[in-house]
Nanobody, 121 residues
Framework: QVQLVESGGGLVQPGGSLRLSCAAS????????MGWYRQAPGKQRELVAV???????NYSDSVKGRFTISRDSAKNTVYLQMNSLKPEDTAVYYC???????????????WGQGTQVTVSS
């Protein structure tokens, strides 16, 4: 089994900061890309940021310059530092990872349970 456990969500005022964490655990051979998605009420889930194993990063235009994704490969953990938060950043944030469970298996897609981020005064 593989689990992704997120933490760090909460309520913050506009202009504030939050840091999300997501730790992968279980039967893991290797992790390819790790990233963050979000889903606001009434909207589709959208990519926020992703980091493949080579360390490159990709951000949605709406968060560029404000959010930073990072990984600690030794801990199988991905982080999302969110600065200058806006009310439109309010959403449930989901961790995503492509994980190989053995040397002979293909990578599969795994999701965390989601953590609520609310930006409001």
């Amino acid at each position: 089994q593989v689990q992704l456990v997120e933490s760090g969500g909460g309520l913050v005022q506009p202009g504030g900061s939050l840091r999300l964490s997501c730790a992968a655990s279980g039967s893991i051979f290797s992790i390819n890309a790790m990233g963050w998605y979000r889903q606001a009420p009434g909207k589709q889930r959208e990519l926020v940021a992703v980091m493949p194993r080579d360390g490159r990063t990709n951000y949605s235009d709406s968060v560029k310059g404000r959010f930073t994704i990072s990984r600690d490969s030794a801990k199988n953990t991905v982080y999302l530092q969110m600065n200058s938060l806006k009310p439109e950043d309010t959403a449930v944030y989901y961790c995503n990872a492509w994980i190989r469970r053995s040397i002979v298996s293909m990578a599969s897609d795994y999701w965390g349970q989601g953590t609520q981020v609310t930006v409001s005064s």
